[in-house]
């Protein structure tokens, strides 16, 4: 049975790095305030307060 979904192409030398500063650059400007909190953190900080 063959899958739908076909396997992300590699890309290297500059393409790569062009792609690469393109994504960075994408992620960088999202703003702090917009990016959602992990509950995980949240939950080691509560672990650590109550062993305080």
Do not use: N, Y
Not at 10 to 29: L, S
Not at 38 to 50: G, V, Y
């Amino acid at each position: 049975m063959k899958s739908s979904s076909s396997a992300a192409e590699m890309h290297e030398g500059p393409e790569a790095f062009e792609r690469f500063r393109k994504a960075m650059k994408t992620i960088i400007g999202v703003p702090k305030s917009a990016v959602v909190p992990s509950p995980k953190k949240t939950l080691t900080k509560k672990k650590r307060a109550a062993k305080s």
